[in-house]
């Protein structure tokens, strides 16, 4: 034992690559496996009188995909959904993590963390069907606001709310990063709020912004819960696989179905990270 340890001391290496050997093995196995089996199987198909699996290579599933309208207005009205929380996610992050950053005392930005962090320690069902208390005809958004109701809107609300505190705390982080000299070294120089922010805040801004649009598009796109208690009969990509894998009982068109979040997916990151979001995270 001591040999091996002296060994293992002298190539550092080595010790690196056992170390990480258990963690890499199950990321192998149970994450990418995974993919690899979903992709394998999404060019399967179902019998359609026995109902039993067909383990041949066809392209079916994926050309039903993409010649049927409804499969493709599921997919886009899911992308634009998914973008569309974002983008609200954006809009009440920044000024809440800028406050949290740069204007709230050392003291108070624990405080304010945790009190980002805290809805993420309640249940997701709870949180999800509280809003539907609310969304609820006659409930209380509908006597104050006259709405939204169940539908497209309701779930972008909730996804929204639920999402937020994965878009503040990446931007808090950047821009707590951002020293306070350069502000005012643009204060110094006579540049005006705009122009700070475009020359100074931006550049830090934007790829904390892309992190955690990471987090905020990639769950609203795979999303399915959320559109089933507050969505009333709207579908997103997310309802389509779970109703192929439960009452329709085809496997091979619901793995198929779940490819095309995980290749939006691929191709967002492949578009954000010159940004330098992925060092953000």
Known sequence: MARLGSYLHRHPRLRLAGLL????????????????????????????????????????????ILTEEVYRNVALRSVGVAAAVTAICVVAAVPMAFFMAKVASARSRHWLVIAILTPLWASYLVKAYAWRILLANNGPMDTLFGGPGYGLPATILVLAYMWLPYMI??????????PDSLLEASADLGARAGRTFRSVVLPILIPSVFAGSIFTFSLSLGD????????????????????????????PFAAAIATVPVLIMVIYLLAVRRSGALEEL
């Open 21 to 64: 050997s258990a963690p890499l093995l199950w990321l192998v196995v149970a994450y990418l496996g995974a993919l690899a089996v979903l992709l394998v199987s999404a060019f399967w198909t179902v019998n359609g009188f026995t109902g039993e699996v067909v383990r041949q290579f066809s392209l079916g599933n994926f050309r039903t």
């Open 169 to 178: 705390l990446p931007v808090y982080a950047g821009l707590e990063r951002l």
């Open 224 to 251: 399915y819960i959320t559109v089933q208690i507050v969505g009333g009969k709207t579908q997103l990509i997310g309802n389509l696989v779970y109703a192929n894998i439960g009452a329709a009982n085809n496997l």
